[in-house]
């Protein structure tokens, strides 16, 4: 049974207009797997409390656990998270919570990761898990985002996609087709995940993240072009929340 704990905020990254990231010293922490989540309680002075489930970024041999967050104007708990929240504030949290949409590691596998939005957050868990581990398994990340500005983790995905240890980047974005930019300018389609993805035959990995409708729409693909769905590993949520 999982209690509940009190955690320290260390650091506050600032990802995109809407994003942060949040380190937090967790002093009884177990440790996690790549691809867990945890849920965080906010308690008002009222007594008050409301509750919500975010993935972990951080790779297991972090020092520190980080949480990145998606401001929601409508949400409960994620305004305070970004925005409100100082250095020195402690927050409750649980976890590591989940065991099925994980990648531990020592798999040989091709990995194909595909996120949307903040989708890509216990997708970059795997990622770093991959670097801190020196780990040269072939990995694609097809990252769909709505805009430049809305990029998560730009500046790392670019440095380790540029690393030359067998991971490449792919970005879309939905909603701009900004100058000079070389990713692909739409929703993802048939055809750019005949590009991106490897061949059925070559069983990758397979872990899609993000909101409902577009992990939907990417494992059909992936059935469609000859994936089996139980290789196919999904991680969704709602478009309210928060």
């Known amino acids: 049974m999982l209690s509940w704990q009190f955690c320290t905020l260390a650091e506050i990254v600032q990802e995109t207009p809407r994003v942060a990231s949040l380190y937090l010293d967790v002093p009884d922490w177990q440790g996690h797997m790549?691809?867990?989540?945890?849920?965080?309680?906010?308690?008002?002075?009222?007594g008050y409390r409301a509750e919500r489930s975010y993935s972990i970024a951080s790779a297991p041999a972090?020092?520190?656990l980080a949480l990145t967050v998606e401001r929601l104007e409508d949400g409960e708990v994620s305004?305070?998270?970004?925005?409100?929240?100082?250095?020195?504030?402690?927050?409750?949290?649980?976890?590591p919570i989940g065991g099925y949409f994980v990648w531990p590691g020592d798999d040989q596998r091709p990995l194909?990761?595909?996120?949307?939005?903040?989708?890509?957050?216990?997708?970059?868990?795997m990622l770093r898990h991959r670097a801190?581990?020196?780990?040269?398994?072939?990995?694609?990340?097809?990252?769909?985002s709505r805009s430049q500005a809305d990029i998560i983790y730009?500046?790392?995905?670019?440095?380790?996609?540029?690393?030359?240890?067998?991971?490449?980047?792919?970005?879309?974005?939905?909603?701009?087709?900004?100058a000079g930019w070389t990713g692909y300018t739409r929703r993802v389609d048939e055809a750019m995940l005949k590009e991106v993805a490897w061949p059925k035959q070559d069983s990758p990995a397979v872990f899609i993240?993000?909101?409902?409708s577009f992990v939907e729409a990417a494992a059909s693909l992936l059935v469609a072009m000859g994936y089996e769905a139980p290789t196919i590993k999904t991680e969704r949520f709602g478009a309210t929340g928060g």
């Open 62 to 64: 972090d020092r520190r």
């Open 209 to 212: 993240c993000g909101p409902t």
């Open 79 to 95: 305004p305070y998270l970004v925005g409100e929240l100082r250095i020195g504030d402690r927050l409750e949290l649980r976890g």
């Open 132 to 144: 801190g581990i020196g780990s040269t398994v072939a990995a694609r990340l097809l990252f769909s």
């Open 154 to 178: 730009r500046d790392e995905l670019t440095r380790l996609g540029s690393a030359g240890d067998g991971l490449t980047v792919f970005h879309t974005v939905t909603r701009e087709k900004p």
């Open 112 to 125: 194909l990761l595909i996120g949307g939005g903040s989708g890509v957050v216990p997708l970059m868990s």
């Open 34 to 46: 790549a691809g867990q989540h945890v849920d965080v309680r906010l308690t008002a002075d009222d």
